[in-house]
């Protein structure tokens, strides 16, 4: 636990650059920051979850509004996804309050979200319409992409927007990595994954917010501690989208699966002490 002013300046710089990193893999960071808030700033359950969410809001305007500079706006994409996460947060926030108070059922359902998602990334490659485009192209022939069907990825969406307001994530770093294994391109899904984390995490925040007013115990967002990770977050996300096209997808996917692997274990063996 930290002293007053110092939770403030240590979550501004933590979601720097946790944000730099996540960033270019359409990530938002929050998936790295909920087991930071909860071991080195103190944070309560459930308002951890609340709080998470407050940083998407704060934060991701700035890899927006660079992929936006940058000619990258996700299209059609993101209307897809914010359709389906939308819905989505609404019920997980609900269900986080409700159902999921306690902090070793919610360990238990955070070590399930982490594990597995840190495996997809670190484990598959990115995908490979880029160059099967241009093999095609050359060769006469129509490229092929494993493209989800739109009312599969609507639903895939809502699922994952539940998720997303139970663990305070807003479900865009589950939807990308997802969506790039499917054959898209980072800088298509980059763009349209952090829309949805951002829309999804301002449902998120109210609802938090209204159902604090009606239920007992640590419920609505720290907004200091919020405020501070997302205006890091801002600041890291701009960056981190301004150096994607430097950087090789495979080794954003790498580093940030090992990071998510080793955090989702931490929690699945807090669950089961």
Do not use: K
């Not at 790295?32 to 944070?43: D, E, K, N, W």
């Not at 060769?139 to 809502?158: F, K, S, Y």
């Not at 501690?225 to 977050?233: E, W």
């Not at 090992?258 to 274990?265: S, Y």
């Amino acid at each position: 636990m930290l002293g007053a002013g110092w939770t403030e300046l240590v979550a501004l710089a933590a979601a720097f650059v946790i944000a730099v990193v996540a960033t270019p893999a359409g990530v938002s960071g929050a998936v790295l920051l909920l087991p930071f808030q909860v071991s080195v700033l103190g944070t309560p359950s459930p308002a951890v979850t609340p709080t998470n969410l407050l940083y998407n809001v704060v934060a991701a305007p700035g890899a927006l509004y660079r992929y936006w500079r940058q000619g990258q706006t996700g299209g059609r994409l993101a209307v897809v996804l914010i359709s389906g996460t939308l819905p989505g947060v609404v019920a997980g926030s609900v269900i986080r309050v409700e159902l999921l108070p306690g902090p070793r059922v919610f360990d238990l359902v955070v070590a399930a979200l982490l594990v597995p998602l840190g495996g997809w990334l670190a484990l598959t490659r990115p995908g490979r319409a880029p160059a099967e485009t241009g093999e095609a192209a050359e060769a006469g022939r129509p490229a092929i992409r494993r493209v989800i069907p739109v009312p599969a990825l609507v639903l895939l969406a809502a699922m994952v927007g539940c998720v997303g307001g139970i663990y305070g994530i807003g479900g865009g770093s589950v939807l990308a990595p997802v969506l790039i294994g499917s054959g898209r391109r980072p800088a298509e899904v980059a763009p349209a994954a952090l829309a949805s984390t951002f829309v999804t995490s301002v449902a998120g925040v109210i609802t938090f917010t209204v159902l604090s007013a009606h239920t007992s115990g640590s419920v609505a967002p720290d907004w200091p501690t919020g405020i501070a990770l997302g205006v890091g977050g801002l600041v890291g996300g701009y960056t981190g989208a301004r150096v994607q096209s430097r950087l090789p997808d495979l080794l954003i996917r790498r580093v940030l699966g090992v990071l998510v692997v080793a955090i989702g274990a931490r929690y699945l063996v807090s669950g089961l002490a």
